[in-house]
């Protein structure tokens, strides 16, 4: 079974600086890679996801991610942050012929001013 | 959104008691999720559905049982509310015809247990 780990469990950054969430995930054949965020007290919004093709993905409000096969990750990046990325991050993993996503314990991201 | 309510969105209850969650989704997707959502946790899955009657176990099953009898309501109960299960409950559906690929999720429900 597929599984995820996000190693950070806070990070703090000022806005206008750049940002790096770490996902590494475990799965023997091609995943399918998502990064989702939650706002406080909000459901989840799906920002990007990795399928195939293309490692480097971008995604909705400035993000992008990069699926490094031989490293297990999908790092999600935003090169200047704004206040309102202020937020949960959530990795999760897929595998075709599942019908489960597995989700990572998530990233709170503090802007700070 | 992908049209997906949740209905109550807050809910109060004592220990014991029986609770239903209800998920509705708008636009006749195959697949649908129960998540519940705890600090350090991330989200975690208690049941799925993919089908009308067609309900499968996720990795924290116990103490709930889903229903589905329509493609659009797919059914949360706690059959005895505990302490335990005071949570964030959230709903997906998966798009696109197949379960792998991204789920939108409900606005969810937030439940405490007393």
């Known amino acids: 079974a597929q599984s995820v780990t996000q190693p950070d469990i806070h990070i703090t950054v000022s806005e206008g600086a750049s940002l790096e969430l770490r996902c590494n995930y475990s799965?023997?054949?091609?995943?399918?890679l998502f990064w989702y965020v939650q706002s406080p007290g909000q459901g989840l919004q799906l920002l990007l996801k990795y399928f195939s093709g293309d490692t480097l993905v971008q995604g909705i409000k400035g993000f992008e991610a990069e699926f490094k096969r031989s490293q297990s990750s999908f790092n999600l990046r935003k090169p200047s942050v704004h206040w309102s990325d202020a937020a949960e991050y959530f990795c999760?993993?897929?595998?075709?012929?599942?019908?489960?996503?597995?989700f990572g314990a998530g990233t709170t991201v503090t802007v700070r001013a | 959104d992908a049209g997906i309510t949740q209905s109550p969105r807050h809910k109060v209850t004592e220990t014991g008691t029986p609770v239903t969650l209800r998920c509705h989704q708008t636009e006749n997707h195959r697949y649908m999720y129960w998540y519940r959502q705890d600090p350090g946790h991330g989200l975690r899955l208690i049941h799925y559905s993919y089908g009308v009657k067609d309900t499968d176990k996720g990795e924290v099953s116990d103490g709930y049982s889903v229903s589905r009898s329509k493609t659009e309501d797919f059914l949360l109960t706690l059959e005895s509310a505990t302490s335990s299960q005071t949570s964030v409950y959230f709903c997906?559906?998966?798009?696109?015809?197949?379960?792998?690929?991204?789920?939108?999720f409900g606005p969810g429900t937030r439940l405490t247990v007393l």
């Open positions: 999760a993993v897929g595998a075709q012929n599942d019908y489960k996503l597995s």
């Open positions: 799965y023997g054949a091609t995943p399918y």
């Open positions: 997906a559906i998966s798009v696109g015809g197949a379960p792998y690929n991204e789920q939108f």
